[in-house]
């Protein structure tokens, strides 16, 4: 571990964790120009999470210290996940600790204490939701994976750092198995992360929600730090897509004089990213319950047609 | 690998990637379009290794299959869909992931079956034979599941895309007269079906197919 | 010259009947083209008697004693049912089931019909070949539908679907066998069956091996081989009768030629019997198939088509078991059975008009009031169902006995298969021919006479086989024998 990279590991952590938040707004207030609204402005996230931390939050009286804890591992999984995304530079000292299948693996911790936490208390909805969580979590996260085997297998690693390193590596090189993957994981990113087709993530109908049903309970602080906790999820899978399908910009280890360029980079992608995310939940309706699998099931596919594109033409 | 061999596995990627859609798009409107995209990148790739091989001939045959399949051939179905009023296929006969595992189970074969074949072509796109193979099985899974006439002729349609993009990916394409005559046979075909679902309207008062199981044996 | 003269007469006469097919001089017209068509092939086969095999035009036509026979053939059953349909589509045209318009498009698509088959055999290029069948489908499938009823649009839409499937799959076959080629020659002639006949040794095996499935899948579709076998029995039997004795006498017949032709090029290059074995397959399933269908047809002209799948099946296999014996024995059931099952289409056509229904248990007695009739229907079952002294006796005869030597495995099968295919006509026939009589006698006389002198021709390949015929089974045998 090179000491002189801790800052910038620093840097990035507290930028995931502190920027998040405004990529939530962002997409927000995209998404109401492009419906003909106002909009509620950049800041309204952070004005929600300030409104909810400063509120008391009211406790079921059956509920489990699992019930409690639950927030603070979320939060810390995403926050740790947003931390060893190579994002604007590959000299992260945290990345060795984890690869990218250890990344799904996060991911599906968090999942799973999500799903439990919402089951504590025992209502109705809070067990509803655990269970959409789970199928939607149970169908994507085979297909994260494989999309994450294709550029595991043109670079022969699966840790993200030298991935990035070895598609920016090359010349401008086309790989068809990539388009595959990066359509499936666009797939998979709007399931993972509730947006539109898959789920609402701002209904308030109990019948058709999933998020919305899982964190029902929840209020005060506790109810903050999971919201906090989905926008980062959402800015490192943006941040993950960034790295597998357009790295180009990424600053190499070593290159302080470059940081400040490969930020602005970032910055300028995760906006675009944001803006497309935006305009396709415009475009998109909401899929009804049961055609969820047949949406993951199809990115599962486009997946694995993309490994298989890999090894019949090489590229 | 230079650049416009690059772009050929591109395209041919994109190819696979639509006859995949087409396997799983219900609406006819869209099914017309992503036909006529089939063409579209067809036609590209042609004029890719046209470029690429210095082949004028290619060019030629790259013009023909646009203005076919890019705007005969839709502009033609299209007015049958508007005519007929037709927009959708009823559900498939099997449930679309089903239908996606079969369609993926087909690659695997067509990809497995074109590797010792397509070692021994000396072309630049010579991997592409799995691809051409793969969408050709895949239309005919198509033809196979519709139930509605139009999206059956459609499938058909795509299945000889699929020939076409495998005669360009072994030998740079048929000798200008086959070609031609491929072309003619595609364009008659498509004005004989047009005359044949009047009829079929007319007999049956619907495209499905389905009420047309009389003879069981 | 003689030989464009058999291509150009047919295009000529569709785009004459085209403009004029529903005049009642048409249907005289159209006998009269066809008629002029045999007459060219008499003047082509006379060249090649006296000259030899011919290629001309650059190469892309080539005539030999294995097309050269199957053209005269071809001309012939056109021939043949051009006059049948004469006296057959009038009785549709007056009595109100076809209109003018219809009238000229099955007249003009008969000749197109007809210049298609003729193509596809003279032709030495096999994308020519490919597209020449394609448009044998598309010229048919209007034919199958010109009634316009539920089912015979059900019809036509099996056929063309099943069939265009078939045929891209050939057009897949034949793209593979020209990069096979194409490695070895360059990008010069590698369509020309005559060149791939002389580099046939050093074809890539592996390309020609998946080629030739594909082909056999793709043609075989159009021979009629089960499991591809589907829209046959449907497409005969709701189309008008005319067509079903051209599509069982001709294009069967020509698509198994095709099948034959790329066998030829397969032997060469693979040295196993690979090629051979499929064929036996197909053609052995598709006649146990058949066989056991027989019996469970209610339609005169679905249990006839049926017969031509058994048939096809056997010539199948037979080719498939290679050697001069079975290849002569093929040859000459390609041959009788496209007489003979042209014959019984002609005479079922016949009496299901006259009886106003195609269902076999609604028709009794024809001998008692309509002799003629009764005879043709019952003298061609007997032909098709191998009764000695007819041609299938022969020719059935002659595989059985390449079978006890070459494939003896195959012979229980053989005997089954024809055994239930005699048993389920034959008593089909009986019921219809003999007994106490419901169809109304015939207020004119039914054309019979091509009938009478298929079956006559079918009679005397039976007793004796002309020697020129004979020596043109013997060459092509032994071209096909690897």
């Known amino acids: 571990m090179n000491a002189r990279e801790i800052p910038l590991q620093l840097t990035q952590f507290v930028l995931v964790v502190g920027a998040a938040p405004l990529l939530a707004g962002w997409i927000g207030q995209c998404r109401a120009w492009f419906a003909n609204r106002s909009g509620a402005g950049l800041l309204q996230p952070y004005r929600v999470l300030r409104k909810l931390f400063h509120k008391s939050p009211v406790m079921a009286h059956e509920a489990s210290l699992l019930f409690r804890i639950a927030p603070y591992i979320l939060f810390g999984g995403m926050a740790l996940a947003g931390a060893i995304v190579p994002m604007f530079s590959t000299g992260l000292p945290f990345a060795p600790v984890a690869d990218a299948i250890a990344l799904v693996g996060i991911f599906a911790f968090t999942r799973i204490f999500a799903a439990l936490a919402a089951m504590d208390v025992g209502t109705a909805f809070g067990s509803m939701g655990a269970r959409r969580e789970m199928l939607v979590g149970f169908l994507a996260e085979p297909a994260l994976l494989i999309v994450l085997f294709t550029p595991a297998l043109i670079s022969h690693s699966t840790s993200l750092t030298v991935i990035v390193m070895s598609l920016t590596a090359a010349r401008l090189v086309l790989y068809p198995s990539m388009a595959f993957a990066a359509v499936a994981f666009t797939m998979v990113l709007l399931a993972e992360n509730g947006r539109i087709p898959v789920d609402n993530p701002d209904t308030h109908l109990e019948l058709t929600m999933i998020h919305g049903a899982l964190d029902l309970e929840y209020s005060g602080r506790y109810l903050a730090l999971i919201e906090w906790a989905s926008a980062i999820k959402l800015l490192t899978y943006i941040a993950i897509g960034i790295a597998l399908f357009v790295p180009w910009g990424i600053a190499r280890s070593g290159h302080w004089a470059h940081f400040p360029l490969a930020l602005a980079i970032f910055v300028v992608k995760v906006i675009a990213a944001g803006a497309g995310l935006a305009l396709l939940e415009t475009l998109l309706a909401k899929m009804r319950l049961f055609r969820i699998p047949e949406f993951l099931g199809t990115a599962f596919m486009l997946a694995v047609l993309g490994l298989l594109v890999h090894f019949l033409l090489g590229a | ?217 | 010259m003689s030989l464009l003269w058999i291509l150009a007469i047919p295009l000529i006469g569709a785009a004459y009947l085209g403009l004029f097919g529903h005049r009642e001089h048409a249907f005289i017209a159209n006998a009269a083209f066809s008629l002029t068509t045999l007459a060219a092939a008499i003047v082509l086969t006379q060249r090649i008697i006296v000259h030899g095999p011919w290629l001309t035009h650059d190469a892309q036509f080539s005539v030999d004693p294995f097309n050269i026979f199957l053209v005269d053939l071809t001309a012939f059953v056109a021939m043949t049912t051009a006059i049948f349909s004469r006296a057959y589509m009038r009785i549709e045209r007056y009595s109100g089931r076809v209109t003018a318009a219809r009238l000229r498009l099955y007249h003009s698509m008969y000749q197109l019909f007809s210049f298609t088959m003729l193509l596809a055999l003279l032709t030495n290029n096999i994308g020519i070949l490919w597209v020449a069948m394609e448009g044998a489908t598309l010229s048919t499938a209007l034919l199958v539908s010109l009634y316009r009823t539920p089912a015979s649009l059900e019809a036509a839409w099996k056929y063309f679907i099943l069939c265009g499937v078939g045929i891209a799959f050939a057009l897949f076959g034949t793209i593979l066998l020209y990069f096979s080629a194409h490695s070895v020659i360059g990008p010069h002639n590698g369509l020309l069956w005559t060149r791939l006949n002389q580099i046939k040794g050093h074809l890539d095996p592996t390309i020609v091996s998946v080629a030739f499935v594909f082909l056999i899948v793709g043609y075989g579709t159009k021979v009629g081989l089960v499991p591809m076998h589907n829209w046959l029995p449907d497409a005969h039997a709701e189309g008008p009768t005319p067509i079903s004795a051209i599509l069982s006498g001709l294009l069967l017949n020509v698509a198994l030629y095709a099948i034959v032709r790329f066998k030829v090029l397969a032997d060469g290059s693979l040295h196993d019997n690979w090629p051979g074995a499929l064929m036996m397959g197909f053609g052995l399933i598709s006649l146990l198939v058949s066989a056991f269908s027989l019996s469970r047809q209610r339609d005169i002209k679905r249990l006839f088509s049926y017969s031509s799948i058994e048939h096809m099946g056997l010539a199948t296999f037979a080719f498939g078991m290679g050697g001069p014996l079975a290849s002569f024995a093929a040859l000459l059931h390609m041959t009788v059975h496209s007489l003979t099952k042209s014959s019984l289409f002609f005479s079922s056509g016949h009496v299901a008009q006259k009886a106003g229904t195609q269902q076999i248990d609604q028709i009794h007695g024809l001998l008692e009031r309509n002799p003629g009739m009764g005879w043709s229907l019952m003298l061609g079952s007997l032909a098709i169902l191998g009764i000695p002294p007819f041609g299938v006796f022969t020719s059935e005869f002659l595989i059985l006995t390449a079978a006890i030597h070459q494939e003896p495995w195959s012979l229980p099968f053989l005997i089954l298969g024809l055994g239930v295919a005699f048993a389920a006509i034959f008593g089909k026939t009986q019921s219809m021919v003999f007994g106490a009589s419901n169809v109304p006698k015939a207020p004119s006389p039914p054309s019979l006479i091509p009938s009478f002198i298929h079956l006559g021709l079918v009679l005397m390949l039976g007793l004796y086989i002309p020697p020129i015929l004979a020596s043109w089974y013997t060459h092509v045998a032994g071209m096909i024998h690897r």
């Open chain 2, 1 to 217: 690998m230079p650049l416009f061999a690059q772009a050929i596995n591109m395209l041919a990627a994109l190819f696979l990637l639509v006859a995949f859609a087409m396997l799983s798009q219900r609406r006819l409107a869209n099914l017309i379009n992503l036909y006529a995209l089939q063409g579209l990148i067809l036609g590209l790739s042609i004029g890719v290794v046209a470029y690429g091989t210095d082949q004028p001939k290619l060019y030629f045959s790259a013009g023909l299959n646009l203005i076919l399949k890019v705007i005969a051939v839709p502009w033609l179905l299209r007015r049958l869909v508007r005519k007929l009023q037709v927009q959708w296929d009823r559900e498939t006969i099997l449930y679309i992931p089903t239908i996606m595992l079969l369609g993926l189970g087909l690659v695997i074969f067509a990809f497995n079956a074109s590797l010792p074949l397509s070692e021994l072509a000396g072309t630049i796109n010579h991997n592409t034979l799995g691809i051409a193979l793969a969408s050709v099985l895949l239309s005919s899974l198509m033809m196979i599941l519709r139930a509605t006439a139009i999206s059956q002729v459609i499938g058909f349609l795509a299945l000889e895309n699929g020939l076409i993009f495998a005669a360009t990916s072994v030998t740079y394409g048929m000798p200008m007269v086959i070609e031609l005559g491929i072309a003619l046979d595609v364009i008659v075909g498509v004005f004989i079906l047009g005359v044949f679902f009047f009829h079929i309207r007319e007999q049956f008062d619907s495209l499905e197919l389905n009420y047309l199981d009389r003879h069981e044996d």
